[in-house]
């Protein structure tokens, strides 16, 4: 019943930018907090950026720090990734989770249930 649908991926020029989102259905979206990983070709699943369950807190890794915008909408149970500057070693899936109902975004994976698809995202050089 829970639902997590990633769009917005895409082949984009090194130094452009995507916009992903994440629409969630089946749960209370404002009780939980959320995140976004990747996953590269033969690499393992990394965080990338995480957001409490207000959208008052985000965090994100220092490989995107800077460039990088995560935004929740409790009011259309949607979170986004905003991805801008991007560069070739971003390329990878990119999926989205949510966590434990009021509890702490994290950047660990094991601290997420609920998680959805993926969409790629391919950044060319």
């Known amino acids: 019943q829970v639902q997590l649908r990633e769009s917005g991926g895409g082949l984009v020029q090194a130094g452009g930018s995507l916009r992903l989102s994440c629409a969630a259905s089946?749960?209370?979206?404002?009780?939980?907090?959320a995140g976004w990983f990747r996953q590269a070709p033969g690499k393992e699943r990394e965080f990338v950026a995480g957001?409490?369950?207000?959208?008052?807190?985000?965090q994100y890794a220092d490989s995107v720090k800077g460039r990088f915008t995560i935004a929740k909408d409790n009011r259309n149970n949607t979170v986004a990734l905003q991805m801008n500057s991007l560069k070739p070693e971003d390329t990878a899936v990119y999926y989205c989770?949510?966590?434990?109902?009021?509890?702490?975004?994290?950047?660990?994976?094991?601290?997420?249930?609920?998680w959805g698809q993926g969409t790629q995202v391919t950044v060319s050089s």
């Open positions: 089946g749960l209370t979206f404002s009780s939980y907090p």
């Open positions: 989770a949510v966590g434990t109902p009021y509890g702490l975004e994290s950047d660990v994976a094991s601290r997420y249930y609920y």
């Open positions: 957001i409490s369950y207000g959208g008052g807190r985000r």
